[in-house]
């Protein structure tokens, strides 16, 4: 503790200056914590405070420096956790005043969820509007991405986020992802364009069952009976809807299936490419690769029509200005509905997250059977409901059991 001499007292022996100690006697400096080139580590998203440098105090030569002779690095005040920490920083002992939403964190939360159904459901809608008088679903993936890499180079233009560097080693984990994402989003654009939004989220309601089987035969884990039985209303509210589905074709089915893998092994290429990377600069590398992935087959598949028919046709159909304002707001939904999407699951706990995908999926559905105004059976809608209910059930317990795994190693 830092020794004060009081006034008036006359009686104390005066404390002698100790000798200054040359840089050879000081102790060993400890530095806890890997600090990267921007001041502070990035795990996910999140960027962690600076590690704090200081002596040992374990030290017999520390224990007789005085404090004020120790190098103490605080963080700044930009890092700094807490309203507490930036008024000692600061040094006027006054509380930073706490904003509204750390107030009440939870309207924050449900903002956000908001903001992702609705992005979610906006693009949704738009990109089968497009595909109703430009059925060229590759091209459209492309402008997907392509909108998406645009936002992504400005933003690290103005430094919002930094641009975080890749090396060859990174580039290597990210790649399969990549390829994976990109056959993904082409084969799930393939089957909105051949059949009704609703009919391929009621397909895509099986990633869940695929991701379970690629776990277990794949990956070796073991995944138990309950969560293989929870999975089973899943494939027989499917194959109910499928049954009936009015604009049933086996492209659309075919390709929502090939979505369903593409994803999986997304999935299991991601635990892979875990890295320190932050997850906003993560999505963008990744956006990128896949763009490069996406433009030759675009130009095979659909540039001779393209060039013969296509584009004229659709500016014949709704104008120039139109047919871009549609093709850039439709990018646009799509990148900022997945970076949302990215921002809200790292804010709640896995149940959260199974409830919030869940119920992102009942409300795409419902919303373009609203909007699109299609007809479907009722053996079709008994049966989306019960693969709706089951991917709930399935979710749950998996989420349930993440949170069990997390206690166990907490304990």
């Given at each position: 503790?830092?020794?004060?001499?009081?006034?008036?007292?006359?009686?104390?022996?005066?404390?002698?200056?100790?000798?200054?100690?040359s840089?050879?006697?000081?102790?060993?400096?400890?530095?806890?914590?890997?600090?990267?080139?921007?001041?502070?580590?990035?795990?996910?998203?999140?960027?962690?405070?600076?590690?704090?440098v200081?002596?040992?105090?374990?030290?017999?030569?520390?224990?007789?420096?005085?404090?004020?002779?120790?190098?103490?690095?605080?963080?700044?005040?930009?890092?700094?956790?807490?309203?507490?920490?930036?008024?000692?920083?600061?040094?006027d002992?006054?509380?930073?005043?706490?904003?509204?939403?750390?107030?009440?964190?939870?309207?924050?939360?449900?903002?956000?969820?908001?903001?992702?159904?609705?992005?979610?459901?906006?693009?949704?809608?738009?990109?089968?509007?497009?595909?109703?008088?430009?059925?060229?679903?590759?091209?459209?993936?492309?402008?997907?991405?392509?909108?998406?890499?645009?936002?992504?180079?400005?933003?690290?233009?103005v430094?919002?986020?930094?641009?975080?560097?890749?090396?060859?080693?990174?580039?290597?984990?990210?790649?399969?992802?990549?390829?994976?994402?990109?056959?993904?989003?082409?084969?799930?654009?393939?089957?909105?364009?051949?059949?009704?939004?609703?009919?391929?989220?009621?397909?895509?309601?099986l990633?869940?069952?695929?991701?379970?089987?690629?776990?277990?035969?794949?990956?070796?884990?073991?995944?138990?009976?309950?969560?293989?039985?929870?999975?089973?209303?899943?494939?027989?509210?499917?194959?109910?809807?499928?049954?009936?589905?009015?604009?049933?074709?086996?492209?659309?089915?075919?390709?929502?299936?090939?979505?369903?893998?593409?994803?999986?092994?997304?999935?299991?290429?991601?635990?892979?490419?875990?890295?320190?990377?932050?997850?906003?600069?993560?999505?963008?590398?990744?956006?990128?690769?896949?763009?490069?992935?996406?433009?030759?087959?675009?130009?095979?598949?659909?540039?001779?029509?393209?060039?013969?028919?296509?584009?004229?046709?659709?500016?014949?159909?709704?104008?120039?200005?139109?047919?871009?304002?549609?093709?850039?707001?439709?990018?646009?939904?799509?990148?900022?509905?997945?970076?949302?999407?990215?921002?809200?699951?790292?804010?709640?706990?896995?149940?959260?997250?199974?409830?919030?995908?869940?119920?992102?999926?009942?409300?795409?559905?419902?919303?373009?059977?609203?909007?699109?105004?299609?007809?479907?059976?009722?053996?079709?809608?008994i049966?989306?409901?019960?693969?709706?209910a089951?991917?709930?059930?399935?979710?749950?317990?998996?989420?349930?059991?993440?949170?069990?795994?997390?206690q166990?190693?907490?304990?």
């Amino acid at each position: 503790m830092e020794s004060r001499v009081l006034s008036g007292a006359t009686t104390l022996p005066r404390l002698s200056r100790p000798a200054r100690l040359s840089s050879t006697c000081l102790p060993a400096v400890k530095l806890s914590g890997a600090v990267n080139g921007s001041g502070g580590n990035l795990i996910w998203g999140r960027q962690l405070r600076p590690a704090i440098v200081l002596l040992e105090s374990s030290s017999p030569l520390a224990s007789n420096i005085p404090v004020t002779k120790r190098e103490i690095l605080r963080p700044s005040l930009a890092s700094a956790s807490s309203p507490a920490e930036s008024s000692d920083s600061s040094g006027d002992g006054k509380v930073a005043p706490v904003g509204f939403f750390d107030k009440y964190p939870a309207l924050l939360t449900g903002f956000f969820f908001f903001m992702w159904y609705f992005l979610n459901v906006i693009f949704n809608i738009l990109n089968k509007k497009i595909y109703n008088y430009f059925p060229y679903p590759y091209f459209v993936s492309v402008i997907h991405l392509a909108v998406g890499v645009v936002y992504c180079l400005v933003s690290w233009g103005v430094g919002l986020p930094k641009r975080a560097p890749m090396d060859s080693n990174q580039l290597k984990l990210l790649i399969p992802v990549a390829v994976c994402h990109a056959l993904g989003h082409v084969t799930s654009n393939v089957s909105f364009a051949a059949v009704a939004v609703s009919f391929t989220h009621t397909i895509k309601a099986l990633e869940p069952f695929f991701n379970a089987a690629a776990s277990q035969f794949i990956l070796g884990q073991q995944i138990p009976l309950t969560l293989w039985l929870s999975l089973a209303p899943v494939v027989l509210g499917v194959s109910m809807a499928s049954l009936t589905e009015l604009s049933f074709n086996w492209l659309g089915f075919i390709s929502a299936m090939i979505s369903n893998i593409s994803f999986t092994y997304r999935s299991i290429y991601s635990k892979k490419a875990m890295t320190d990377m932050d997850s906003t600069n993560l999505y963008a590398y990744i956006s990128i690769i896949a763009l490069f992935v996406c433009i030759p087959p675009a130009i095979i598949i659909e540039g001779p029509q393209l060039l013969k028919s296509g584009f004229s046709d659709a500016i014949a159909k709704v104008g120039l200005t139109k047919f871009i304002t549609d093709l850039f707001w439709v990018g646009m939904f799509y990148h900022l509905y997945n970076q949302l999407a990215t921002n809200t699951l790292e804010r709640v706990a896995p149940l959260t997250h199974a409830v919030g995908n869940v119920l992102k999926r009942v409300f795409v559905i419902g919303f373009s059977i609203i909007v699109f105004g299609n007809r479907i059976s009722t053996q079709t809608g008994i049966g989306t409901c019960i693969a709706i209910a089951g991917v709930a059930i399935y979710s749950y317990i998996k989420a349930k059991m993440e949170e069990e795994k997390r206690q166990m190693k907490a304990a």
